[in-house]
């Protein structure tokens, strides 16, 4: 096989690809032979020189047991949480032991850590009420880590029945962190949002009714009453949840232009519907033409702004909100906003506003920062020679 080719070669540590479990082991501290593998599965995927090379990290001090461990080394992810029983019928007066899965180097492996803690706590109480680590027989280790391992992997969830006992091991896919919440950046709810308003905490239910698509955090703070902080504490949890999106501002100088995910609007016929629904300037009115929608979806591009679209196009005769339906393209992926990034590009040294034109704040970051109007933050840029705009 061409390793260009392999998973190895195209993903890395950190790419967020998940990976299949490779392997199960359980491994102790044997009194006489120090740390050794007792079972795993597959046989032997773990070799001898694999784990000597890394056993101090498998069974480690007693300041790192009960600790959720992750070696990443030769090619490997270990994933383990070493534990000690402490009891004076063993040979140390302690039976440290770890259970370990095992996966690409490469693969995403934060979602196997609570099934591998339950699973290593399992064991441990399965030891002290019936010895079931301490009393040699392999096999019925064996044939257990292989059914997790199968099981997890095909169905990511397990059933585990050793004698009385019985528990359930299930991946579960871990959230990634929210987005940093700034001033200027517009909250909407998805179509799913469902939840009644008091399901939520006073704030977010202080919150919630100034949320509409077209005010910034900075102005829903000021129209809520509610410290900036809190509303962006509040809007980071709902996005966390998946209750709201968080989009650009918009404005009529804003420059859009079609994305990949705008083929889906004339292929999908329940996004369709949704769309004509959500754009309506009269809701009692005729519905919005498909076709029109997606004429003006078409023409954005090519540094048209959305005021020369409306002046060419007229989307108020056809029914057509343009603000609802750039919200409705931003929130669906249809559209994306290019955004302007000024750059002092002077040889002397920055003074004054040129300080905050380093090509990192956008215009609209910009506004909200340091309270100046999109008019006159322009005014600067364009009477100061020095000063460059990008546009991304």
């Given at each position: 096989?061409?390793?260009?080719?392999?998973?190895?070669?195209?993903?890395?540590?950190?790419?967020?690809?998940?990976?299949?479990?490779?392997?199960?082991?359980?491994?102790?501290?044997?009194?006489?032979?120090?740390?050794?593998?007792?079972?795993?599965?597959?046989?032997?995927?773990?070799?001898?020189?694999?784990?000597?090379?890394?056993?101090?990290?498998?069974?480690?001090?007693?300041?790192?047991?009960?600790?959720?461990?992750?070696?990443?080394?030769?090619?490997?992810?270990?994933?383990?949480?070493?534990?000690?029983?402490?009891?004076?019928?063993?040979?140390?007066?302690?039976?440290?032991?770890?259970?370990?899965?095992?996966?690409?180097?490469?693969?995403?492996?934060?979602?196997?850590?609570?099934?591998?803690?339950?699973?290593?706590?399992?064991?441990?109480?399965?030891?002290?009420?019936?010895?079931?680590?301490?009393?040699?027989?392999?096999?019925?280790?064996?044939?257990?880590?292989?059914?997790?391992?199968?099981?997890?992997?095909?169905?990511?969830?397990?059933?585990?029945?050793?004698?009385?006992?019985?528990?359930?091991?299930?991946?579960?896919?871990a959230a990634t962190d929210?987005?940093?919440?700034k001033d200027h950046v517009?909250?909407?709810?998805?179509?799913?949002?469902?939840?009644?308003?008091?399901?939520?905490?006073?704030?977010?239910?202080?919150?919630?009714?100034?949320?509409?698509?077209?005010?910034?955090?900075?102005?829903?703070?000021?129209?809520?009453?509610?410290?900036?902080?809190?509303?962006?504490?509040?809007?980071?949890?709902?996005?966390?949840?998946?209750?709201?999106?968080?989009?650009?501002?918009?404005?009529?100088?804003?420059?859009?232009?079609?994305?990949?995910?705008?083929?889906?609007?004339?292929?999908?016929?329940?996004?369709?519907?949704?769309?004509?629904?959500?754009?309506?300037?009269?809701?009692?009115?005729?519905?919005?033409?498909?076709?029109?929608?997606?004429?003006?979806?078409?023409?954005?591009?090519?540094?048209?702004?959305?005021?020369?679209?409306?002046?060419?196009?007229?989307?108020?005769?056809?029914?057509?909100?343009?603000?609802?339906?750039?919200?409705?393209?931003?929130?669906?992926?249809?559209?994306?906003?290019?955004?302007?990034?000024?750059?002092?590009?002077?040889?002397d040294p920055p003074v004054?506003?040129?300080?905050?034109?380093?090509?990192?704040?956008?215009?609209?970051?910009?506004?909200?920062?340091?309270?100046?109007?999109?008019?006159?933050?322009?005014?600067?840029?364009?009477?100061?020679?020095?000063?460059?705009?990008?546009?991304?």
């Amino acid at each position: 096989m061409d390793p260009s080719t392999t998973p190895a070669a195209q993903y890395y540590e950190g790419c967020g690809h998940e990976g299949p479990i490779r392997c199960i082991f359980l491994c102790e501290f044997h009194p006489k032979l120090g740390p050794k593998i007792k079972c795993q599965v597959p046989d032997d995927y773990i070799s001898k020189e694999i784990f000597d090379a890394v056993s101090v990290y498998i069974i480690p001090k007693p300041q790192l047991q009960r600790c959720i461990l992750t070696v990443n080394v030769l090619g490997y992810k270990i994933v383990g949480f070493p534990l000690r029983i402490d009891s004076q019928k063993y040979a140390r007066n302690a039976l440290y032991f770890n259970l370990c899965f095992v996966c690409d180097s490469w693969a995403k492996s934060v979602q196997y850590e609570p099934v591998v803690k339950k699973l290593a706590e399992y064991f441990a109480s399965m030891e002290e009420e019936s010895g079931f680590l301490s009393d040699g027989d392999t096999t019925r280790y064996f044939g257990l880590l292989d059914r997790v391992l199968n099981d997890l992997n095909t169905y990511r969830q397990c059933t585990v029945v050793e004698g009385e006992t019985t528990i359930y091991l299930k991946i579960v896919q871990a959230a990634t962190d929210p987005p940093i919440v700034k001033d200027h950046v517009v909250p909407v709810f998805v179509e799913e949002y469902l939840a009644k308003p008091e399901d939520w905490d006073l704030t977010t239910q202080q919150v919630i009714p100034f949320i509409d698509g077209f005010n910034h955090i900075a102005r829903i703070a000021y129209q809520s009453d509610v410290e900036t902080n809190l509303v962006k504490a509040c809007i980071q949890n709902l996005v966390y949840y998946g209750v709201v999106k968080l989009l650009p501002i918009l404005k009529y100088s804003n420059v859009y232009m079609v994305s990949a995910g705008f083929r889906a609007l004339w292929s999908q016929d329940k996004l369709q519907k949704q769309c004509r629904d959500y754009i309506s300037l009269r809701p009692a009115g005729p519905q919005p033409s498909l076709n029109k929608i997606l004429e003006f979806y078409s023409a954005m591009g090519n540094g048209t702004t959305l005021k020369s679209l409306c002046v060419r196009f007229r989307p108020h005769k056809f029914n057509i909100d343009e603000r609802r339906l750039v919200v409705f393209g931003l929130q669906h992926n249809l559209i994306k906003c290019i955004h302007k990034y000024p750059i002092y590009t002077g040889g002397d040294p920055p003074v004054n506003m040129q300080r905050l034109f380093t090509g990192q704040l956008s215009i609209d970051e910009l506004c909200c920062s340091i309270g100046m109007s999109l008019p006159q933050i322009e005014d600067i840029i364009e009477s100061d020679p020095d000063v460059l705009m990008l546009y991304k």
